[in-house]
Each structure stands twice: as structure tokens, then as C-alpha cells.
């Protein structure tokens, strides 16, 4: 499957839109970088990753949400373990992802990337549907930008080493490498 980029928004995916973003200072996507995600850690499927991105949050809703309080966060996509594609931020912009960060001797990541946020831990397999979803994605991705490639695809791990673990141990880079 191929998906469709339009004005930087995946016709395929479904928009949950997100106010934490802003203009990108470049005009240059040359960066992919792969994150994980879950709210509650280790929970699935649940509401609670739109609503964070989303800037809607009830902290009050589990106990372990209150150091989201007042957080600025987003992310350009979400891939559900169901392998759903959620799109948060237009790839045009400059989504809130990487945080304090370094890709081959630049610095400020969010102004060149794009973060996707798979939804899972550092210790838990992903799904076949993810890494499916996610290869055709960066696949799609890859052709439209040309300064993105393969080689240019790493974890948050890799840019923000020490701060940073995930995707985790449980990707498989060689796996999604293969299905590239």
C-alpha cells in the first residue's frame, strides 16, 4: 500500500489535531525517528494518547498522569497496535517530539524530523500490523522527501541518548529494515 501525502497530511490516516506544533524553520524533512508510547505504561487502546497530544488530558483520570500536567507534547503520527495510523501534525510543520536532541552534529531535531509514536514500551513486541503500517509510512515518506532515506530512520534513543530508551529493546531494526 501507498499512502497519499497531501498539503503534508496522509489521506489514510485518521487526523486527531494537535495544537502543539509550529512552523518548521526549514523547509527540510531529513530525519524519521521512531518513539513508543503507551498511557497507561503498558496499557493499549486507550483514549489517552489523543487526548495528551491533544492538550486534553484529565490528569485526574489515572494516578500516574499527574507529571503530564501542563505538558506540550506532540508527535506527526501514532501507530495503534492494531496497526491504526493516527496523524497528529501536518509533516509540513514542526510537531514537539524529540525534545532536547543531536542527529549528526545538529542539534533541535523537531526542526528537521518526523516523530512517530508507536504504541508500546520499551520491553514489549510490537505487532506485525506496526511494523507493516510503519514501513509503508516511511516508505511513502522516504519518496516524498528527498533528503529523508533508510539510513536516516533511528530511535529516539539515538538522539537523545541517556535521556531517551525507546523504541526499546523490543524492536526489531532489522525486521523493519527488511521490510523497507
Known sequence: MRYSLIDGWFTQARLCLSPHFNARPLNEVSLLVVHNISLPAGHFGLPYIDQ???????????SGFNDLNGLQVSAHFLIRRDGELVQYVSCDDRAWHAGVSEYDGRTGCNDFAIGIELEGTDDIDYTDKQYVCLAQLARS????YPNLTPDSIVGHCDIAPGRKTDPGDSFDWQRFKGLL
Open 52 to 62: 495528551l497530544f491533544q492538550g486534553c488530558l484529565d490528569v485526574s483520570a489515572q
Open 141 to 144: 515518506l522516504i519518496e516524498y
